[in-house]
């Protein structure tokens, strides 16, 4: 089982940010509206009905949980949309109430690569850039992120994550590896997500952090800030600080007035 290690970032303002990278699902784009559109979409014309929002959010779990697994068990490297792919088959089997077919569920799958952008993320990805280098540093792979960030005009100025590592997050080669393509130290390096446990992940490992909260995430449903013990919240998003991080931000615009403010002072 991996943990985070403890907080190795250092103190906000004591090293330059020379580069950002960036969990993308949930943090640079919108998963769940655009799945549930398509699964909307996808049962009108079969003329069935389905509760297309929980089906985008078991996928995306489902997601998470496999690319967990991989990462803790050191396993053989399988590209993500094989991944998405086999988990979108067993979601639809349980869930959808008509036979799909294979080239069905190919099509269907393909929506991870045409997931559109938050409001703020490409303006504030442009002038994050004029900062200092931005990349995704995602589970997504080469193929995936290349697609996605043209579908989505994504501006990154290269692709890092699990293809550099060939680990899912959150093994620690992942964000090490990421880190080491840009010849850097994880010091000069701040993660941002709107996922804590990554940034958990990535402070352990020294990179600096940036929680951006995303509080449409999953259609509404949000963390608490006091969590009732044993209840799952992977289906609800995060606006509560739950750790030390390096920035707090509101969006990213917001990120990028503050790390400007940083770099003049």
């Avoid at 496999?66 to 088959?89: C, G, M, Y």
């Avoid at 559109?116 to 931005?134: C, H, T, Y």
């Avoid at 997500?193 to 990535?202: E, V």
């Amino acid at each position: 089982m991996i943990e985070p290690l403890p907080n190795r970032s250092p103190p906000r303002g004591a090293r330059p940010i020379q580069a950002l990278v960036f969990d993308t699902f949930g943090t640079v784009v919108d998963f769940y509206h655009p799945m549930k559109r398509q699964f909307e979409a996808f049962a009108e014309a079969r003329g069935v009905s389905c509760d297309a929002g929980k089906m985008a959010v078991d996928w995306r779990t489902a997601y998470i949980f496999s690319t967990f697994a991989q990462a803790t068990e050191e396993s053989e490297f399988r590209p993500l949309r094989e991944i998405n792919r086999d988990n979108l088959a067993v979601v639809m089997a349980a869930e959808f109430p008509a036979a799909v077919s294979a080239a069905e569920l190919d099509e269907l799958a393909g929506v991870w690569q045409r997931l559109e952008p938050w409001p703020d993320a490409v303006n504030g990805l442009q002038r994050l850039k004029r900062s200092a280098i931005i990349a995704p540093l995602s589970n997504g792979n080469f193929s995936d992120m290349v697609r996605l960030s043209r579908y989505a005009g994504l501006p990154w100025d290269v692709v890092l994550g699990a293809s550099i590592s060939g680990f899912y997050k959150p093994h620690p080669r992942t964000y090490l590896e990421s880190v080491a393509a840009l010849a850097l130290q994880p010091e000069d390096v701040c993660m941002v997500a709107a996922h804590q446990m990554d940034l958990a992940f990535a402070a352990g490992h020294g990179l600096q952090t940036a929680f951006v909260s995303r509080p449409n995430e999953f259609g509404g449903p949000v963390k608490p800030a006091e969590s009732e013990p044993n209840r799952n919240y992977i289906g609800a998003a995060e606006v509560h600080v739950e750790g030390d991080w390096t920035y707090c931000a509101s969006d990213f615009e917001d990120l990028a007035q503050q790390v400007e403010q940083d770099l003049l002072a």
